[in-house]
Nanobody, 120 residues
């Protein structure tokens, strides 16, 4: 099993920055990719950014150029640097870890979520 703990959320003014952290523990050797998702009230959970074990990144169009996903393997931690925050970025942000097993089987693990609030 994999356990994920997010931190770093809070209240920030529009145009400001926050850095979210996700610390992984457990069977971390089995993880192939990690990502950040967010869910705002009344909306579906959406992928914000992802990072594979090989270093490939992917971003939602709405955050390209403003958000950066990165990792520190020594600390088993993934980060989401959020700059130039907008009111529409306000949401609960969730850390995700994905394990891809044989025959294309995929398993997902989730953190508890951290609230990001943007004032305008």
């Amino acid at each position: 099993q994999v356990q994920l703990v997010e931190s770093g959320g809070g209240l920030v003014q529009a145009g400001g920055s926050l850095r979210l952290s996700c610390a992984a523990s457990g069977s971390i050797f089995s993880i192939n990719a990690m990502g950040w998702y967010r869910q705002a009230p009344g909306k579906q959970r959406e992928l914000v950014a992802s990072l594979t074990s090989g270093g490939s990144t992917n971003y939602a169009d709405s955050v390209k150029g403003r958000f950066t996903i990165s990792r520190d393997n020594a600390k088993n931690t993934v980060y989401l640097q959020m700059n130039s925050l907008k009111a529409e970025d306000a949401a609960v942000y969730y850390c995700n870890a994905r394990r891809t097993a044989s025959l294309g089987r995929e398993y997902d693990y989730w953190g508890q979520g951290t609230q990001v609030t943007v004032s305008s």
